[in-house]
């Protein structure tokens, strides 16, 4: 089976910078759609980002201008860039092959002054 396994979260302030990674354990990552996802406690996960197996991206408005997604198909990874952090982006974020229920454990992402 396909493992994600998400990385590079922690606290930062607000306006900061932070960048994630989901590393797939798979030879035809190029194949897939990837997401990124988020979810807060009593909360549905939501929708943040979408990168497709042909690299067009898809946003939320909440994080337009401000988070950019990519894929680096010889690492079988995809990022999360996220810019201008505000406490409201304050999440578990999680990545997901398109479509299926793979997901990744999750990483905190927390933004606090």
């Known amino acids: 089976q396909v493992q994600l396994v998400e990385s590079g979260g922690g606290l930062v302030q607000p306006g900061g910078s932070l960048r994630l990674s989901c590393a797939a354990s798979?030879?035809?990552?190029?194949?897939?759609?990837m997401g990124w996802y988020r979810q807060t406690p009593g909360k549905q996960r939501e929708l943040v980002a979408r990168?497709?197996?042909?690299?067009?991206?898809i946003y939320a408005d909440f994080v337009k201008g401000r988070f950019t997604i990519s894929r680096d198909n010889a690492k079988n990874t995809v990022y999360l860039q996220m810019n201008s952090l505000k406490p409201e982006d304050t999440a578990v974020y999680y990545c997901?092959?398109?479509?299926?229920?793979?997901w990744g454990q999750g990483t905190q992402v927390t933004v606090s002054a």
């Open positions: 997901n092959i398109w479509g299926t229920d793979r």
């Open positions: 798979t030879n035809i990552f190029s194949m897939y759609d």
């Open positions: 990168v497709t197996s042909g690299s067009r991206t």
